[in-house]
């Protein structure tokens, strides 16, 4: 086990599986959270039974015995069979908490918040409430509850989780929906899918909608020429953000997003300025510069029309330093209390603590 004393979660004890990648599931006992090994991705036989084991060894441990079983809302990964399987088992309730509500949570748990926060939750994906896949989620959340203020404007995602590993389809996606995805069989050429993917586009069904912030990054980073095709998980943001640093400092560009009256930030403007950019190192700062600037202001004006003091930043892609840096610096700005993971990480490897979180403030509603 990992050091028990990581994090302090009074309250019920209860156990929390995680999600799909670097899945870490966890236990609250006595207080404090204990944190198993990651099983990493719940992709092969052999991570999922590092992730069975794993649990047997939490549920071995001493302490209070677990009240509730907390599993992410897809019904389809290991952890969440497994979870209900065991609550089952136990007869326990199993409680199954949003994907970036758990991200948020994990902040507010670390930092003993009560009371509401806004949070941006931005990663690659998760199940939203609609069915949906989600990952740019501007959210309102007080314990159990979790509202959806906005999202990032939806982009389509050619071929389904097929564009997760081939950013060059996302920026395809971007093109089509400027307007010029005659660009996009000459622009990818070295592509076999290119000269079809247009039509792909369209059709609903093989390109589902996406508000993930990390397939934003992987449009951005295909789109200025740095990374088309993703060898390793992360690769096209590593690139984005290397490029960036590489370029040095740029100001915002002020009107490349736009904040909707339902919420939505739309982010289509900047990305598509990206496709004319000549110099990849300066098109990728002014990407990350301008991100944090749209993020602050879409947090402004909730904080403004909730009267919502504190945000909370959660999910991987705040794994990305420079974004981070430059939207802490404009929120401190605007006299908001910003809380960020420092204890735990901020992505998937986490997600646990805010399950077992939400799951205990379900617990004591129910008392």
Request: proline share 5%; net charge negative; charged share 20%.
């Amino acid at each position: 086990m990992q050091d028990a004393t990581l994090l302090a979660l009074p309250g019920p004890p209860v156990l929390a599986t995680g999600a799909w990648f670097e899945s870490t599931p966890a236990r609250v006992a006595d207080g404090r959270l204990h944190c198993a090994p990651g099983a990493g991705d719940l992709i092969d036989a052999e991570a999922c039974r590092c992730f069975d084991a794993a649990l047997d060894a939490l549920l071995a441990l001493p302490g209070e015995p677990p009240q509730a079983v907390a599993h992410d809302l897809h019904p389809d990964f290991h952890s969440t069979r497994v979870a209900r399987a065991l609550a089952e088992r136990l007869q326990l309730p199993a409680i199954a908490v949003q994907h970036h509500h758990a991200h948020i949570a994990a902040v507010l748990a670390e930092h003993g918040h009560a009371g509401a926060a806004l949070g941006i939750a931005a990663d690659g994906v998760g199940l939203g409430t609609d069915g949906a896949a989600w990952g740019g989620e501007l959210l309102l959340v007080d314990g159990a509850t979790c509202r959806r203020l906005g999202h990032l404007r939806a982009l389509p995602l050619p071929g389904g989780d097929r564009a997760a590993r081939e950013p060059w389809r996302m920026a395809a996606a971007v093109l089509q929906a400027a307007g010029r995805g005659s660009e996009i069989a000459t622009r990818f050429a070295r592509h076999a899918a290119a000269a079809q993917l247009a039509q792909i586009i369209d059709r609903a069904h093989l390109s589902p909608p996406t508000t993930s912030l990390g397939r934003h990054f992987d449009a951005a980073a295909a789109l200025l020429g740095l990374c088309e095709v993703n060898e390793t998980g992360a690769q096209a943001a590593i690139a984005l953000e290397s490029a960036a640093r590489s370029h040095g400092a740029v100001a915002p560009e002020a009107d490349a997003w736009r904040v909707t009256a339902d919420g939505t930030l739309d982010l289509l403007p900047l990305l598509v300025r990206l496709a004319d950019e000549t110099d990849a190192a300066r098109g990728a700062a002014r990407f990350h510069a301008t991100l944090a600037a749209a993020f602050a202001d879409w947090l402004q004006v909730a904080a403004e029309a909730r009267n919502v003091r504190t945000v909370a930043l959660g999910g991987g892609c705040f794994h990305n330093r420079l974004l981070s840096a430059a939207l802490l610096e404009h929120l401190a700005a605007a006299g908001l209390a910003v809380l960020r993971p420092e204890r735990l990480p901020p992505g998937d490897a986490g997600i646990a603590a805010g399950q077992a979180w939400v799951a205990q403030r379900v617990l004591q509603q129910g008392n």
